[in-house]
């Protein structure tokens, strides 16, 4: 398939649907409102856990499994809610990719790094830090932050 051409299924009834790939992004909250970042080994930039869907898997199970990939069995957490739909170019042949971002409570246990993150430096960042900042890239847009955080407090925080 050629990067400007979008494969579609058609349902029973004759509907044509464009397929894309789909992302999750989990914005991780600690009770003091900072916000979780990794940088793999020799990156440049900060990022929040993020992964692609694998065939037949549910968003949550996703997300799911990329914080336990990420971030280490002992890392408890809990999934506040949904707080962003949107769409990115990954790269040249993946030219639209949908992304779903969840606000992620940290309820603690200790981040440990593995699978295509293993060697990931970690560090807990609050949202004037992140702001001034210019190797923040999942998400660039601080306000995504603003609205994972938002939707983290509350009686647990």
Do not use: Q
């Not at 509907?15 to 900072?34: E, Q």
Request: hydrophobic share 40%; glycine share 12%.
């Amino acid at each position: 398939m050629s990067a400007g051409r979008k494969s579609t299924i058609v349902s029973e009834s004759g509907r044509r649907f464009a397929l894309f790939p789909v992302a999750v992004m989990a914005i991780v909250v600690d009770r003091k409102g900072r916000f979780l970042l990794l940088r793999r080994p020799g990156g440049k930039g900060w990022e929040s856990v993020s992964g692609a869907m694998e065939r037949g898997e549910k968003p949550l199970a996703c997300l799911e499994r990329e914080i336990r990939e990420e971030l280490g069995k002992s890392f408890r957490f809990r999934v506040r809610g949904p707080f962003h739909a949107g769409s990115f170019r990954l790269d040249e042949r993946v030219a639209e990719m949908v992304c779903l971002g969840y606000a992620v409570l940290h309820l603690g246990g200790e981040v440990e790094p593995g699978d295509d993150m293993a060697g990931a430096e970690a560090r807990w960042m609050t949202l004037a830090e992140i702001a001034g900042r210019r190797d923040v890239t999942v998400p660039s847009d601080v306000n995504l932050f603003r609205r994972a955080r938002a939707l983290c407090r509350g009686p647990t925080l």
